[in-house]
Each structure stands twice: as structure tokens, then as C-alpha cells.
């Protein structure tokens, strides 16, 4: 079942239940699939990759703007994006443990020889392109940097 459909499915479930939450965050996904599928200028499905970093594009918007209103003291606005941000991960692969993620990264660096700082932008690519969904690019740059200097 495409992305799209399990929106679908799970949007008329939070009608049923009057879920405003989770109905408001699941017409996010709906709305940035379409927007996403006009912009490539086709009607076709986008592909899992496409629709993952969709995905995690959107959950980083909800945590940014959290932070954003915490930082101001107003909760009353940054738990409602928390919560959608939630809603949003249900759809994400469940996501790696730190330990898992250095795992990753040892590995590339010890596949491709990576000896300092100037490797950095190819061990960030791979690990990147490997771990698509599964880690968050800060934890996997954070970790990068740790091992090459």
C-alpha cells in the first residue's frame, strides 16, 4: 500500500474517532504528497525514498517550530506540533539507536579508508543515502564528526 493510501485510510479512522490532532497532521501529508507530485510535474506515485525524506522533511518542521515556541515560553503552541509531529513518525521506519548508527558509520569509514575531516562529506553520503528514514542527519553528522577527528 502506497503512502498515500495509508493516509487516506488512517485520515477516515480520524474522522471517525474526531481526531483533530492527527486529522490535521495526516492533510499535511496528504497536501505535501500532492504538492510534491505537481512540482515533478507527473501524476505518478513518488517513489519510498521521495516519500520518506517527505516524511522527515515534515517532522523537522513540527520539532523546529516546537523549539521555536518553547524558546518563547509558549507550550500552549509547542505541544500541539509535538503531537503532530507524532502522527507524522507513525509513518517513518522505526528509527536507529545511536549505537546502531555508529555502527553504520565505522563501517563506511573502514570501507572507504576515510582518514580525517577531508572525508567527511563522502562518509556523510553514504551513511546518508543508507540510513535514508532510519536516523536523523544531525545525529549521523554529530557522530561522523566524533569518528574522523
Do not use: C, H, W, Y
Not at 14 to 37: E, F, G, H, V, Y
Not at 50 to 63: F, G, S
Not at 123 to 149: H, N, P, Q, R, Y
Request: proline content about 1%.
Amino acid at each position: 500500500m502506497s503512502l498515500q493510501q495509508e493516509v487516506m485510510t488512517a485520515m477516515k479512522e480520524a474522522m471517525k474517532a474526531k481526531d483533530t490532532n492527527a486529522l490535521t497532521s495526516l492533510r499535511a501529508i496528504k497536501s505535501a504528497i500532492l504538492l510534491a507530485q505537481t512540482e515533478s510535474g507527473a501524476k505518478e506515485e513518488l517513489t519510498e525514498d521521495q516519500e520518506l525524506k517527505l516524511l522527515q522533511k515534515l517532522v523537522k518542521q513540527r520539532k523546529d517550530s516546537a523549539a521555536i515556541f518553547s524558546e518563547q515560553k509558549r507550550e500552549d503552541l509547542a505541544q500541539p506540533e509535538l503531537d503532530q509531529a507524532k502522527v507524522i513518525e507513525q509513518f517513518l521506519p522505526e528509527q536507529l539507536s545511536e549505537e546502531e548508527i555508529e555502527k553504520v558509520v565505522v563501517m563506511t569509514i573502514d570501507d572507504i579508508g576515510a582518514s580525517g575531516m577531508k572525508d567527511m562529506g563522502k562518509v556523510m553520503g553514504i551513511v546518508s543515502k543508507e540510513l535514508t528514514g532510519k536516523a536523523d542527519g544531525k545525529i549521523i553528522s554529530t557522530i561522523v564528526k566524533s569518528k574522523l577527528s
